[in-house]
Structures are given as C-alpha cells and as structure tokens.
T-cell receptor
Framework: GENVEQHPSTLSVQEGDSAVIKCTYSDSASNYFPWYKQELGKRPQLIIDIRSNVGEKKDQRIAVTLNKTAKHFSLHITETQPEDSAVYFC????????????FGRGTSLIVHP | KAGVTQTPRYLIKTRGQQVTLSCSPI?????VSWYQQTPGQGLQFLFEYFSETQRNKGNFPGRFSGRQFSNSRSEMNVSTLELGDSALYLC?????????????FGPGTRLLVL
C-alpha cells in the first residue's frame, strides 16, 4: 500500500518568514495530493490540493509543488502569520475504487509573533 | 450549507464496553469516511460508505464496524473497547466516493477509554 512520509514533524518560524513542509510517497500510481490544516481542537480543513497533471499550484500565500519523478510534494507558506500556527497534514491517493487516502503524520507549525 | 456534524463530541467509556458514534454529512454528500486520529499514528482510514455500502476498509480489527443509512447519515461502532481505542474519531463527507474526492471533516468525537 501507499506510504507517506512527512517532514519536519515540528517547524518553528518567525512571523513573516516562509515555511516549507515536505512529503514523499511510495505508490507511483498516486495522483491526488491534498493538504489539510488542523488548528488546535478543530477539524482538519482542506487548504490546497494538487493533481499530477500540474507541477505547481498557488493560492495567495500558500503553494504546493509536485515532483512526480522523485515522488515528493511540498507545501510552501510565505509571509507566515500567527494564525498559520496549526498542524498540517499531507495525503496521497490513487485513482480506483480500492485506493484509500494515506496521510502523513503531520507537521506542527508554530509562528512566533 | 451546514457542515459535517458528529455526535457525541466527547465520550468516556471503560474497557470492554461498546460505543456508537454518529455522523451527519453535508446535505447532498453521499459518501462518508471515518478516520481515527491519535498522536502516535496520525490520521488513519477506517472505512468509507456510499449508498449504504461499505466501499473500502482500512487495517483495523473487526471490532470496528459501521453502517450508512438511506439519508447518508453514518454510524460507527466499536465493540469490546480497549485502552488503545482512545482517540479522536473523525468522519468526512464528499459528494462522490473515492479517495480523490475533496473531503470535508466533522469536528470529531473524542473517545477516552479507561
């Protein structure tokens, strides 16, 4: 089955800095890569996703890049703000009814004001 | 639209008991998935239901079961509770089934097994 590794497990940055979270996956059939943000005590919420037909996608201060050859994808947050502090999860899934989404272990991002 | 709702939000049980958790998906969403979230294992897929049928099941023992009703609401049941079942149980709904559909999570049910 799919295996998703996520690094780092904890990331501490100063407000205004950039943050990068990286994930690698094992199943070359995976072609959908969502990122979720989970604030303390709240539900995970989709913040951005990318499919394998594109290499990069941006939405304001967040962007995701995908390297299918190397089987890794990254979340980039620019100009971080304290409200970006949360746990971020990556996931990978493949097409087909038998596939289930596989999540990374999560990255705790702390943005210091 | 109202979001995904889960009841109860908190539960305390003792070993050996059983528990039933409920999930109401977003109106119009017909697929419901369940996840277990723990600090050590992260988010792990339990099962997915669509049209009252279980489509996929994760690597969990048979003590974990679920069902879906005709109105797409879903329940999951854990029998013979163990200490290790203490976790946040999240359900997520999507318009269609499949791992590549955007999933919308509920607030979760936090289960503590003593």
């Amino acid at each position: 089955g799919e295996n998703v590794e996520q690094h780092p497990s904890t990331l501490s940055v100063q407000e205004g800095d950039s943050a990068v979270i990286k994930c690698t996956y094992s199943d070359s059939a995976s072609n959908y890569f969502p990122w979720y943000k989970q604030e303390l005590g709240k539900r995970p919420q989709l913040i951005i996703d990318i499919r394998s037909n594109v290499g990069e996608k941006k939405d304001q201060r967040i962007a995701v890049t995908l390297n299918k050859t190397a089987k890794h994808f990254s979340l980039h947050i620019t100009e971080t703000q304290p409200e970006d502090s949360a746990v971020y999860f990556c996931a990978a899934s493949a097409p087909g009814g038998s596939y289930i989404p596989t999540f990374g272990r999560g990255t705790s991002l702390i943005v210091h004001p | 639209k109202a979001g995904v709702t889960q009841t109860p939000r908190y539960l305390i049980k003792t070993r050996g008991q059983q528990v039933t958790l409920s999930c109401s998906p977003i109106s119009g969403h017909r697929s419901v998935s369940w996840y277990q979230q723990t600090p050590g294992q992260g988010l792990q897929f339990l099962f997915e239901y669509f049209s009252e049928t279980q489509r996929n099941k994760g690597n969990f023992p048979g003590r974990f079961s679920g069902r879906q009703f005709s109105n797409s609401r879903s329940e999951m049941n854990v029998s013979t509770l163990e200490l290790g079942d203490s976790a946040l149980y999240l359900c997520a709904s999507s318009v269609r089934p499949g791992a590549q559909e955007t999933q919308y999570f509920g607030p979760g049910t936090r289960l503590l097994v003593l």
